[in-house]
């Protein structure tokens, strides 16, 4: 058995703050990351294209593209959820069942 | 080749050599039985070695070619990058699990005919399991047996179509085939279920995620590119191939979102790169055949790297589901560094994954593909979501889960430090991956607009994540089952059989019951009428019989004389 040697270590490493840990310095992170959005959306006029299928050469398709499709995933992904989840002893039942049959 | 060994037969005969040496000599040998490996090819020439005759059918088991190279390459790098990262572990049956299992999937690549084919295709599969069955639980054991029977069964499906195409053409060598007949589409389903193709594809996904931390470093590199270079050996501009691999590079993506388990996340996410190599695969020009093998270099590495470090995660804190981690770079820091360039390297400009994919996606569309493009488009931003941000996320920056464990052994640092070095390598000086691609290519992957539009791709990805977590809207981690298409054997076929069983003893026994009564009423019946109180049985008085011979009697004379 090479798995789970969950080892604890001394408690002052625990109780270190560290930067990530105030919201605000969270907050910071998502803020730069819409700045440096916002600068590769400005850029768009200033680079030559070369679209191979037409709509690809639009303005700011790959952002748009890159925005949407998260959004399309994590709302069917939902959906699947919705659907799809059972509890986590789904087959490990169903095995115990046809176990018990015999 | 070394020694005369072919390739790949190295490290299945090294592996024997293994439980006879010593603690660190049996290391340092497994780690440099690879490597003599791939040093020995670095010097192969191309062609065909050891044919030989059995029966009518000439086999060759080693071919040389610039496909089978870049497979073999990498497969070596792989197979030491993963004994590296298993320098710890002392189970000996993992340890010679992994090298023939690493050797027999250099053997597939360099396999010259179907029946080669077929024999290093099964010793993957029986090999490979161990590592999964080396984690001692029941679930892994299940999860295992499932695995052999499909890994073994899409041998067979191999093997029926080999025995067709020797008794069709008389030969069976291993080479580019037509779909058309019942043997090639035999063998492009066993070739189907490796590679993971939708509605075959479950048992990756069960099983990758309950084999041990480091056994499911080694199962992600071979099994499934092993499939990926019989398909573009075998099938190259199949065109159902195109449409099969764009469903691939989609679907598995709304699984991973949902699931808990990380290391079933990433197994979902290599589902999904697959697909970008079966679409190169079915466009099959010479620019879409290098995108599949430059993307199948590429992502061994990365995904090593990624499931490197889920497997560092689950021998540290115990566990990779996401609903139990987070906060782990505090403990973990230099996992949570290496599993960062493991996401980055799935598409990010100067990563192994940008040079790699790029050129199916220029395949694409210059093939005019537009639909598959999109899809493809929506599988990068996609991949880089849950494979990308979602690991790394959840399993080091998520709120602090309050684990407490040590840094990863330095034999997993080190085997994941190599792994990262590489993906930039590769990533920052893309003519040395391009150099080794089955076929010459004129292609330049940093121009202006591309590396501009594919951060502008992954940022806005990364934009939308963040926004999607404020308003809490990315679905909780929770432990579930997703159903996916193994419902059907895991329960529906069983509960059928269970159903048929029932209906047949229950049927038989009800029909047996009701011949019992059916005679029991028959005798009763004939008891009735002919027993002892039945009417047939009666003593007839002699007067009644007169009487009834008297009015015959009677009668007789009316008629005679009317």
């Known amino acids: 058995m090479n798995e789970t040697t969950q080892t604890t270590t001394t408690e002052t490493s625990v109780k270190t703050t560290r930067w990530l840990d105030d919201s605000k310095n969270v907050d910071k992170i998502f803020w730069a990351l819409i700045g440096v959005c916002a600068v590769f959306i400005v850029v768009e006029p200033f680079y030559h294209k070369h679209p191979y299928l037409g709509f690809d050469g639009m303005f700011g398709f790959f952002a748009f593209f890159g925005f949407l499709a998260p959004l399309f995933l994590v709302f069917f992904g939902r959906c699947i959820s919705l659907l799809l989840a059972r509890k986590d002893d789904f087959y490990d039942a169903a095995l115990k069942q046809s176990e018990d049959n015999h | ?62 071919r040389i070619d610039g496909l089978s190279l870049i497979f073999g390459y990498i497969f070596h790098i792989a197979a030491t990058l993963s004994v590296i990262f298993a320098w710890h572990n002392e189970d000996v049956v993992e340890q010679m699990a992994g090298l023939s299992y690493a050797g027999a999937g250099i053997g597939a690549v360099f396999a010259g005919d179907l029946i080669t084919l077929f024999i290093y295709w099964e010793a993957m599969a029986i090999t490979s399991v161990f590592m999964i069955w080396a984690r001692r639980t029941d679930a892994a054991y299940n999860a295992g047996m499932r695995y052999l029977i499909v890994q073994v069964g899409s041998g067979v499906l191999l093997l029926s179509g080999a025995i067709l195409i020797a008794h069709e053409t008389g030969s069976v060598v291993f080479e580019k085939m037509t779909l058309g007949n019942l043997a090639t589409w035999l063998i492009l389903l066993a070739f189907g279920i490796k590679c993971a193709f939708p509605f075959l594809h479950n048992w990756l996904p069960d099983a990758y995620p309950a084999a041990t931390a480091t056994g499911t470093v080694f199962l992600s590199a071979f099994t499934t590119k092993c499939a990926v270079y019989a398909l573009a050996r075998g099938f190259p501009g199949t065109e159902i191939l195109i449409y099969v691999g764009a469903a691939m590079a ?36 010479t620019l879409a055949i290098n995108g599949a093998a430059a993307h199948a270099f590429a992502h061994i590495l990365y995904k090593t790297l990624l499931f490197m470090a889920m497997g560092a995660v689950l021998y540290r804190a115990g566990t990779v589901k996401a609903s139990e981690l987070g906060g782990l770079y505090k403990s973990m820091p230099f996992t949570a560094f290496f599993c960062i360039i493991g996401a980055a390297s799935i598409s990010t400009p100067l990563f192994a994954g940008f040079v790699g994919k790029s050129l199916t996606i220029s395949a694409t569309a210059k093939g005019g593909y537009e639909i598959v493009w999109l899809i493809l488009m929506f599988a990068s931003a996609g991949v880089f979501l849950v494979s990308g941000i979602k690991i790394v996320h959840s399993a080091f920056f998520a709120s602090d889960a309050g684990i407490q464990c040590r840094e990863a052994p330095p034999n997993m640092l080190v085997g994941m430090g190599l792994t990262a070095i590489l993906c930039v390598a590769v990533g920052v000086y893309s003519p040395w991956l391009y150099s080794i691609l089955p076929y010459d290519v004129t292609y330049q992957p940093y121009t202006m607009d591309h590396v501009i539009n594919q951060l502008q791709l992954l940022l806005f990805t990364a934009l939308a994540f963040g926004l999607l977590t404020r308003f809490r809207l990315i679905p909780e981690a929770k432990n579930s089952v997703n159903l996916d298409f193994d419902i059907t054997y895991r329960r529906w076929l069983p509960q059928l059989y269970r159903w048929l069983i029932t209906l047949t003893r229950d049927g038989w026994n009800s029909f047996l019951q009701d011949l019992i009564n059916g005679v029991h009423r028959v005798i009763a019946y004939m008891f009735k009428h002919h027993g002892p109180e039945g009417i047939l049985a009666r003593t007839w008085p002699t007067g009644s019989m007169a009487l009834w011979v008297a009015l015959l009697l009677g009668g007789f004379l009316l008629l005679y004389y009317s």
């Open chain 2, 1 to 62: 080749m070394l020694w005369g060994i072919p390739p790949g037969l190295l490290l299945i005969a090294g592996a024997f050599v293994v439980p006879l040496l010593p603690g660190a000599w049996r290391k340092t040998y497994m780690t440099l039985l690879p490597l003599a490996g791939l040093w020995a090819l670095a010097g192969a020439q191309p062609g065909t070695f050891y044919s030989f005759n059995f029966f009518a059918y000439e086999l060759s088991p080693v």
């Open chain 2, 250 to 285: 989609a679907f598995p993506l709304f699984y991973a979102l949902i699931e808990n388990d990380l290391r079933r996340v990433l197994s979902y996410s290599l589902n999904n790169q697959l697909g970008f190599m079966v679409v190169g695969v079915g466009i099959g020009t």
